[in-house]
């Protein structure tokens, strides 16, 4: 039962307290290289312990369950547990800032070399964050801190993430330049380690579970000569040199210098970054192969000429009724030369003799051989004007005002009742709610507009056809549609095709709502205003889209019988 009771690491062994110790003193002394870790033992310093070999180390501040040797070793390499030597790392590291050896401070790989003495990076220090109350911060986390306290955060972020170090918090970066830079001797975010808990974290300590894999298990800290470093170091500078002269680069003295742990990394970073390959770049991304645009250049092209060659013959038109109303008939301002061989360049067709006289020579009478032929009109040189030309009527403008026309149930969308608000204000209601609200339902309404170009427009808003003259269906400019084809019954055009051929279409629905096929199939623009009170202002961008469509249709159909409308009246 004994032999068992030992076997099973149930009791504590009583020579458990020398493999503490031993563990403990090859630590305090950095001589890493004497700790092996084996499939089935822990050597220390030459002696083999079994690896799950309790010690007087217990967790759950002494309350729990021994803690084996191979457990202590583990979570001490593995730096969940306050060490008793990083306080030396922080004084190393505080003493070369203040001295200004930046040199001597080596961010590498796995380690940060600090005058020559290698520690991990990882290392956590008694400098807690948040002020002394959160987690230790790793040597790589200060120096980093301090390397970059000039820059923002963002920018200290990114350096971060760019070097794999875990980032300090905004309210510890005064804290940390101040007593790196020997400003203050001593910060309230240091906390010894004396006056921790002695086993810090517990559930830290069982999460840490023994490895059996002997190429996990084994570990080795090679120990490392400062001098080797410096010769190294030196060697690799004049490499460098060389290698700048053998490739035709400028010297060493023309050239900026670069810090000695970048230009440490230069090979490395060179050696990964030929295993790189670049797929997008920011010029590639901004240029693309597969879309080309030169179609809508040649678009804007042909619109700038387009609109270059309106304005010149505007320009020229509006020069012609300029010089032709200044000009006025002068009988005295005449071209004499060539004047009537120019109206009379035809008389040869009438047979006529210009150099000859009259029959009987001597005879009083005037009287021709022969009839002789009328001349044409154009032979007959036109008399002076004494009076001026009467002026054109004025034109009767109460039967030219464009007609717009709604549909007569007030059931539909836009109505008598609801018309005008929406096409003078931009506003929508129904008409139901119109109606409610007292207003009166017009049989002729006329809405006043002001165009862009001063001019003012009456529209005439009807909702019924069935007194409308030849004259009144072509002054109709827009007809609102229900959607439904008896709407259109007597009109002068028999259908729904016929009739948006010939006048502005226009469909009004919700947002919200699913527009039919048949009003799909229409030559009809679809208008949309929403339910929502938020979404009132797509009544207004409705009624801006209706009259912007009006004027391009009136312009293009409707030019001849409302051009003395749109440019005369104010």
Same mark, same amino acid.
């Given at each position: ?38 499939? %089935? ?112 955060? +963002?920018?200290? *972020? ?17 804290? #940390? ?7 203050? !001797? ?12 002695? %086993? ?8 840490? !579970?023994?490895?059996?894999?002997? =190429?996990?298990? =084994?570990? $080795?800290?090679?120990? *490392? ?12 500078? $004049? ?20 810090? @000695? ?137 109460? +039967? ?18 609801? @018309? !005008? ?11 139901? $709610? ?36 030849? +004259?009144?269906?072509?002054? @109709? ?24 051929? +010939? ?22 623009? #679809?208008?949309?205003?929403?339910? @929502?009170?938020?979404?009132? /202002? ?6 801006? /889209? ?25």
């Amino acid at each position: 039962t004994l032999w068992l009771q030992y076997k099973q690491n149930l009791i504590v062994k009583f020579e458990t307290m020398e493999g503490l110790n031993l563990l403990r003193e090859l630590i305090k002394n950095k001589q890493f290289t004497q700790i092996k870790l084996e499939q %089935d033992s822990l050597v220390l310093g030459g002696q083999r312990f079994e690896r799950n070999q309790p010690t007087p180390f217990r967790g759950k501040k002494g309350k729990g369950d021994p803690l084996s040797l191979e457990t202590l070793w583990l979570q001490y390499k593995q730096n969940l547990i306050v060490k008793f030597e990083t306080m030396e790392g922080l004084n190393l590291l505080r003493e070369l800032i203040k001295n200004k050896q930046f040199t001597q401070i080596k961010l590498e790989q796995d380690s940060l070399v600090l005058g020559g003495q290698r520690f991990e990076r990882n290392q956590p220090t008694p400098f807690r964050g948040k002020k002394g109350k959160g987690d230790p911060l790793s040597l790589e986390t200060l120096w980093l801190q301090y390397k970059h306290k000039d820059l923002g955060t +963002n920018e200290y *972020y990114a350096e971060c993430q760019k070097n794999h170090v875990p980032r300090a918090g905004v309210i510890d970066k005064r804290d #940390i330049t101040s007593y790196l830079s020997g400003e203050i !001797e001593n910060s309230p975010c240091i906390v010894s380690s004396s006056s921790l808990p002695a %086993d810090l974290t517990s559930k830290r300590l069982r999460d840490v !579970e023994p490895k059996n894999s002997p =190429k996990k298990s =084994k570990m $080795e800290v090679p120990e *490392y000569d400062p001098e080797e470093l410096r010769a190294d170091q030196k060697r690799f500078e $004049e490499h460098l040199l060389r290698h700048r002269v053998a490739n035709g680069d400028e010297s060493a003295e023309q050239r900026p210098q670069k810090s @000695v742990f970048i230009r440490a990394d230069e090979g490395i970073t060179r050696s990964i970054t030929s295993k790189e390959r670049v797929l997008h770049n920011r010029i590639s991304i901004l240029r693309s192969k597969k879309k080309h645009f030169t179609n809508i250049i040649d678009l804007v092209n042909s619109e700038q000429k387009k609109t270059e060659q309106k304005k010149r013959e505007a320009q020229k038109l509006q020069q012609q009724q300029k010089t032709k109303q200044n000009q006025h008939y002068d009988r005295y301002d005449q071209k004499v030369d060539g004047f009537w061989q120019d109206k009379t360049k035809d008389v040869a067709d009438f047979q006529i003799d210009t150099s000859g006289g009259f029959i009987n020579d001597g005879a009083s009478s005037a009287v021709p051989s022969k009839p002789q032929p009328v001349p044409p009109k154009e032979l007959v040189r036109p008399k002076t004007p004494t009076q001026p030309s009467p002026r054109p009527k004025p034109v009767d403008k109460s +039967n030219v005002y464009p007609i717009i026309i709604v549909p007569a149930s007030v059931t539909s969308m836009i109505s008598m009742y609801n @018309v !005008e608000a929406f096409l003078t204000k931009g506003e929508f209601e129904t008409s139901a $709610e119109r109606k409610a609200a007292g207003t009166q339902k017009e049989n002729n309404l006329f809405i006043s507009r002001k165009l862009n170009s001063g001019a003012t427009v009456k529209y005439q808003v009807v909702d019924t056809t069935t007194k409308f003259s030849s +004259n009144d269906w072509k002054r @109709v400019v827009a007809v609102f549609t229900s959607g439904a084809v008896w709407q259109f019954k007597g009109w002068l055009w028999s259908t729904p095709v016929e009739v948006f051929s +010939n006048v502005k279409g226009f469909y009004l629905c919700y947002d919200d709502d699913k527009v039919g096929d048949t009003i799909k199939s229409w030559d009809v623009k #679809i208008l949309t205003v929403s339910r @929502v009170k938020t979404k009132k /202002h797509l009544a207004s961008t409705a009624s801006m /889209h209706f009259w912007n469509d009006v004027d391009a249709f009136v312009r293009a159909k409707k030019g001849d019988i409302f051009a003395p409308l749109y440019s005369s009246e104010k």
